[in-house]
């Protein structure tokens, strides 16, 4: 948090809003009361906002696309693969990742909560966490690709995992064509968020993002 | 429970719509929100479990009209209270008014950022041999427990078949009641879309959830 946040929040106390409010409360009583110092909220607040977020799932899959021994060694044993890419290994045990082939496309979701593969992805979008989406994506999963504007040959499998434990789950959506001799770094550009949770493809090489 | 926060197969909440470049937060409380939620967690004032229990607990009408940080915040605070951490009187104040109560972990500090950023190990030591193995046909329980389980409604009474055994984890219908891990075996349970909902179901579709022994059945 900059210097002029902690100015604002001491000063201008009629420009909060009741909610403000009311996180603001329990937050001061929680620093008083000795149980967490606000600097390591701002620690996890930024970690989320400037270092975990969709790129480490993309370096992931951009390295699953380029090769093959890990790609193997991915869908045999997710965790103890991303473990070993340093930075973005810190995934625990229970992730398992899940490949789109011609023939199944895999879709994740939540439908008890919001289970989500924070390392992997950062933090869910809104869509995710909400009714319409954990409501149907059982259910009706070609419908709600439809409202991601995604169709898929009528005869494909789809496989939903519902995330109902602590297993987490990482789509290895199919490598775009017209890619080849692409490099790690360039093929990480071409995967979305929405094409690791299933509710997407990778973009298509020269069309920007 | 049979809360509304079970809403795999419910009808009437209308179409996904994704926000395009979306916001890690929309406003700079809800990040307060989660850091808190993450640090008194990692403190020891809750588990996993129970902060999903607390936010499942919230009346129907507050659950489905809160945004999501929102239900983060008052599952908290409801969670804190019942324990004693804070007090009612202390949230109306906006100060602490009473001594601090002692946490299990201690105080959340720099130092312990570092360790809640990496995910949790949720596998123990089996207390006995997996019953189930891949391949095996199993009926999802008809069981409807009053407090939290991680058996979706729609999957109960459904036969479907083990894919994959997950290891001997953490059992949530215990820890989210603080009655101790008492670590079950989990697997990975796939159903077709016809058994879930019906001859009239998209025949390409499966799901499959992870589903703890106690839940299972042969069939």
């Known amino acids: 948090m900059t210097e002029h946040d902690h100015h604002h929040r001491h000063d201008d106390h009629s420009e909060l809003s009741e909610t403000e409010l009311r996180v603001r409360a329990l937050e001061t009583i929680l620093t008083e009361k000795g149980y967490v110092d606000p600097a390591a909220l701002d620690a996890i607040i930024q970690a989320y906002e400037t270092k975990i977020g969709p790129h480490n799932g993309a370096r992931v899959v951009a390295k699953a696309w380029s090769d093959p021994a890990f790609r193997k060694a991915l869908l045999e044993d997710a965790s103890k693969a991303v473990g070993t890419l340093g930075h973005v290994g810190r995934v625990g045990d229970h992730l398992v990742a899940v490949e789109n082939t011609p023939h199944r496309h895999n879709m994740v979701v939540c439908t008890l909560c919001s289970c989500y593969p924070w390392e992997m992805l950062g933090l869910p979008p809104v869509w995710y966490k909400a009714a319409p989406y954990r409501s149907r994506a059982v259910k009706d999963p070609r419908g709600v690709l439809a409202d991601f504007g995604v169709s898929l040959p009528k005869e494909t499998e789809i496989r939903v995992w519902d995330s109902t434990a602590e297993t987490r789950f990482l789509v290895l959506p199919m490598r775009p064509e017209g890619t080849e001799g692409w490099s790690e770094a360039q093929l990480a550009e071409l995967v979305t968020r929405d094409s690791m949770i299933g509710t997407g493809f990778p973009r298509m090489p020269g069309i920007p993002s | ?219």
């Not at chain 2, 009612?88 to 104040?93: C, F, G, I, P, R």
């Open chain 2, 1 to 219: 429970m049979n809360g509304v926060h079970d809403m795999g197969g419910m009808d009437g909440f209308g179409k996904v719509e994704a926000e395009a470049n979306e916001p890690t937060f929309h406003e700079k409380w809800e990040g307060r929100v989660m850091a808190m939620v993450r640090a008194m967690g990692a403190a020891g004032a809750h588990n996993i479990d129970t902060s999903r229990f607390y936010r499942e607990s919230l009346p129907p009408h507050v659950y489905l009209s809160s945004s999501y940080y929102w239900k983060w915040l008052l599952g908290l605070r409801d969670n804190l209270v019942a324990k004693g951490f804070v007090t009612e009187s202390e949230l109306a104040a906006g100060h602490a008014k009473e001594a601090a109560k002692p946490l299990k972990k201690g105080k959340f500090g720099l130092d312990s950022v570092e360790r809640i950023m990496v995910r949790g190990r949720f596998e123990r030591p089996p207390p006995a041999l997996a019953k189930f193995k891949p391949g095996d046909r199993v009926r999802a329980k008809n069981m409807h427990p009053a407090t939290h389980t991680r058996l979706p409604r729609y999957a109960r009474g459904h036969v479907g078949v083990v894919e994959r055994i997950l290891g001997c984890q953490v059992f949530p219908d215990s820890a989210s009641m603080e009655l101790g891990e008492n670590p079950q075996w989990l697997y990975n349970v796939v159903f077709g879309g016809a058994e879930l909902w019906g001859p009239d179901a998209d025949p390409t579709v499966k799901v499959s959830i992870d589903a703890f022994e106690p839940y299972l059945e042969p069939a």
